[in-house]
């Protein structure tokens, strides 16, 4: 298994800055996912993190809006830029151990309220 | 993508009870299927995956039932206890896409 972290746990921000959410985990792992989930809703993936390339987007979601780094096997970042009140939300990053990918863990969530 | 939902926003039982709680899907292409528990205020928690060519696959206190034919999924928990009180959420993903797509969660309460 792994034992994930996220800092901060919870944060309010202004419209229009920036935050950046960081992940890390107790192991190495291949592959490192964020999500967002609304309270009370389900989780909707925004990009998988690619170590040593960029992060893989979905659809809906932007590099400018959303820039990711993953520096190393352990560790990921998330920001969240320009804020608006629409991006108040939890955000949650998991990471898959082996390459099935088949069991992830997720860290506690870190929930943003933008002001 | 995949495209995954559920038909109970919430469920609740008592404490002993069976629960059952299902979903539906909508990708034939998945390859297997995950449920999730989520507490309040915590991260998603791993509870069982199935593979899709399998139609059942038990766990401690828990079993998942997956019907391809009208691709459904359901989860069960035997004897229902109090700390079983969460959301509970199943996925479907690709093989080697390595990406789950959620379904809308279902709320479980357990009465004592």
């Known amino acids: 298994s792994a034992v994930i972290s996220q800092k901060p746990s919870r944060d309010i921000c202004q419209r229009g800055t920036s935050l950046t959410i960081q992940c890390q985990v107790d192991s190495q792992v291949t592959m490192m996912f964020w999500y967002r989930q609304q309270p009370g809703q389900s989780l909707t993936l925004i990009a998988t993190a690619n170590q040593g390339s960029e992060a893989t987007y979905e659809s809906g979601f932007v590099i400018d809006k959303f820039p990711i780094s993953r520096p190393n096997l352990t560790f990921s970042t998330l920001t969240v830029s320009n804020m608006s009140p629409e991006d108040s939300s939890i955000y949650l990053c998991?990471?898959?151990?082996?390459?099935?990918?088949?069991?992830?863990?997720f860290g506690p969530g870190t929930r943003l309220t933008v002001t | 993508g995949e495209s995954v939902g559920l038909h109970l926003p919430t469920l609740s039982v008592q404490e002993g009870d069976n629960s059952i709680i299902n979903c539906a899907y909508s990708n034939s292409a998945s390859d297997y299927f995950i449920w999730y528990k989520q507490e309040s205020g915590k991260g998603p928690q791993f509870i069982i995956d199935i593979r899709s060519n399998m139609d059942k696959r038990q766990g401690q206190r828990v079993t998942v039932l997956l019907n391809k034919t009208v691709k459904h999924l359901s989860l069960q928990i035997a004897a229902t206890q109090p700390g079983d009180s969460a959301v509970y959420f199943c996925a479907g993903a690709v093989y080697n896409f390595n990406k789950f797509y959620f379904g809308s969660g279902t709320k479980l309460n357990v009465k004592p």
């Open positions: 998991s990471a898959s151990l082996g390459t099935s990918g088949i069991e992830q863990y």
